[in-house]
């Protein structure tokens, strides 16, 4: 039987402890053996929702954050806003951000987020993203979705190790 699409909808303030324990459990889940165990295991799902109540509301609007919920339940998130180079605004999208609960991989949802995003993002002519480059399965969704890297790649360091990022961007 195949399972029903989750119904994405616009985060809600109350939604800031479960969206933050979906974040932490991503990184810890999808980042084990790309960052150092020690960094992955001292996330704080209380420390990221505190933070992320605080900055609810906060801002322009121009920063958007969808979840995805199943039976009531938020298995998702995904933020999204114009392309930030720098400190330089650009006429593109970017996609901030997109995990879900480790338990519900494979089950649509992050698909579905991805979808929404892409579609509410139509009016930009591109969307772009980072992705650890060696995040195998997350480039791989991207892949599926259209998206395709473009040579740009990051710095990023996390305790002292290089986990550099790759760009991908897709036509809107």
Not at 77 to 87: F, I, L, N, S, T
Not at 105 to 121: F, P
Request: hydrophobic fraction near 40%; include cysteine; charged fraction near 30%.
């Amino acid at each position: 039987m195949d399972t029903p699409p989750p119904h994405i909808r616009p985060m809600a303030l109350g939604d800031c402890d479960r969206v933050s324990e979906i974040r932490i459990r991503g990184w810890q889940h999808a980042y084990r053996g790309l960052m150092p165990q020690p960094y992955l295991d001292a996330l704080s799902v209380a420390r990221d929702a505190e933070k992320r109540r605080a900055w609810f509301g906060q801002g322009d609007g121009t920063v958007v954050n969808l979840v995805a919920e199943r039976d009531g339940q938020v298995v998702g998130w995904a933020a999204y806003g114009p392309y930030r180079d720098g400190e330089v605004r650009t006429g593109d999208a970017e996609l901030y951000a997109i995990y879900i609960d480790p338990v519900h991989l494979g089950s649509g949802a992050g698909r579905a987020l991805l979808a929404a995003s892409v579609e509410r993002c139509s009016g930009y002519p591109r969307m772009f993203l980072w992705v650890l480059k060696e995040n195998t399965r997350a480039r791989r969704f991207y892949e599926r979705a259209g998206f395709r890297a473009d040579g740009a790649e990051e710095p990023f360091d996390v305790d002292g190790v290089a986990v550099p990022e790759v760009r991908y961007a897709r036509e809107l």
